[in-house]
């Protein structure tokens, strides 16, 4: 039982009521977010030739790397138009996840610049595919101090937005280090924490916020306002957000709640069977020419090689003979192959077989010679 204490001012008489809710969290995340591959997973898309009313910045996808475990947001100092001839005088990036999450708790490490001028921050926004019509948005503004920014719209109410300075960071630059920024967004509540703390609650009672039952998707967003209304200068740039991870771990309400949270195969509009590519042969180690395959030429080497990837990454890898032995996935979350113009998959774990097997997945029994497929770990 999770009980908050709100305080509430009637006329001039100052009344204290408690609000409670049972909420039960599943025992572990769902969904990690750790960045560690070379390339963005499927479950990441970069906004491009988008901008804000009050942005000098035109978001750009190319501000987004993966540098060292963390997925880096730019905004740099080049002057640009967009498709319509507005100019801007930078670009900014914009992460956004193409994965849905509902009720629960959603956690980020990220470490900031802190530049007045800059608008940074992560959010929880469901816009319905129509941000004009009705959004609702919940997350942090991180300027020179943070700010908790809730912002929520629809064509018959005004904006009601409210930001809180947090306290706790007025004295601190953000960027001395990473920190942990934490939403627990649940049906009539929702909390803010910054390193552990909890520093703001709002209630579907309150007018501040008005939470649903729509699924959110996930935002990092990095860009510069008017900047001839703050004092930056061009050794300023680039500025950059660096997120180290988000982990999304929902309410335990029954059923398949608790269920990893599985990307789907990798697109594709060839057969992207993988065939032999030209290889150098050291030690034994044959390894491909392109830089997103890997050969292996024992089976040993190849689950020696699939252990040794890091987590919350997608891999395409490739093996010269038959694999019949599936034990060599055995570190693997998830496998995809595409045989004869048809995905298939395959998971260690029974659960995710069984989920996949319930979305129609075929579950292979065997990997034939010759043949490339996706590790996602």
């Known amino acids: 039982m999770k009980k908050f204490y709100k305080l509430v001012l009637v006329g001039s008489v100052l009344n204290i009521f408690a609000h409670s809710e049972t909420v039960k969290l599943c025992s572990s995340p769902t969904f990690v977010e750790e960045f560690t591959s070379s390339e963005l997973s499927s479950a990441w898309k970069g906004t491009d030739n988008v901008s804000f009313d009050v942005s000098a910045s035109l978001f750009s996808s190319k501000n987004i790397t993966l540098s060292k475990g963390s997925a880096v947001l730019s905004v740099k100092k080049v002057v640009t138009t967009d498709s319509e001839g507005n100019s801007y005088t930078?670009?900014?990036?914009?992460?956004?996840?193409?994965?849905?999450?509902?009720?629960?708790?959603?956690?980020?490490k990220i470490k900031s610049r802190g530049l007045e001028a800059i608008a940074e921050g992560v959010s929880i926004i469901w816009d319905g595919n129509d941000y004009a019509t009705h959004h609702e948005y919940m997350g942090f503004d991180l300027l020179?101090?943070?700010?908790?920014?809730?912002?929520s719209t629809s064509p018959e109410v005004d904006n009601l937005y409210s930001s809180y300075h947090m306290l706790a960071t007025a004295t601190e630059k953000l960027s001395a280090k990473?920190?942990?920024?934490?939403?627990?967004?649940f049906k009539d509540s929702v909390s803010w924490y910054f390193d552990g703390t909890l520093f703001r609650e709002e209630f579907a009672n309150s007018v501040k916020i008005t939470p649903s039952s729509q699924k959110m998707k996930v935002v990092f967003k990095n860009w510069l306002k008017r900047e001839n209304q703050y004092s930056i200068t061009t050794k300023d740039f680039p500025v950059e957000l660096a997120v180290d991870y988000f982990k999304y771990t929902p309410v335990d309400s029954g059923g398949k709640s608790c269920d990893q949270i599985v990307l789907d195969a990798p697109k594709t509009e060839t057969n992207t069977t993988a065939t032999t590519p030209t290889t150098t042969e050291t030690n034994n180690t044959t390894t491909s020419s392109t830089s997103s395959a890997t050969i292996?030429?024992?089976?040993?080497?190849?689950?020696?090689?699939?252990?040794?990837?890091?987590?919350?990454?997608?891999?395409?890898?490739?093996?010269?003979?038959?694999?019949?032995?599936?034990?060599?996935f055995s570190s693997a979350k998830v496998v995809w192959i595409h045989?004869?113009?048809?995905?298939?998959?395959?998971?260690?774990?029974?659960?995710?077989?069984?989920?996949?097997?319930?979305?129609?997945?075929?579950?292979?029994?065997?990997?034939?010679?010759?043949?490339?497929?996706?590790?996602?770990?």
């Open 90 to 108: 930078s670009t900014g990036s914009e992460l956004a996840s193409t994965l849905e999450f509902g009720y629960g708790k959603y956690e980020f």
């Open 144 to 151: 020179a101090t943070a700010y908790m920014a809730v912002f």
């Open 178 to 185: 990473q920190h942990v920024y934490r939403i627990d967004y």
């Open 296 to 328: 292996s030429t024992s089976l040993a080497q190849l689950k020696t090689y699939i252990n040794s990837l890091p987590a919350n990454g997608n891999y395409l890898v490739g093996f010269g003979g038959e694999i019949t032995d599936l034990s060599v």
């Open 339 to 377: 045989v004869n113009g048809i995905w298939k998959g395959y998971s260690p774990y029974a659960k995710i077989r069984t989920m996949l097997i319930n979305s129609n997945v075929e579950v292979f029994t065997k990997v034939p010679e010759f043949t490339g497929f996706w590790v996602q770990k």
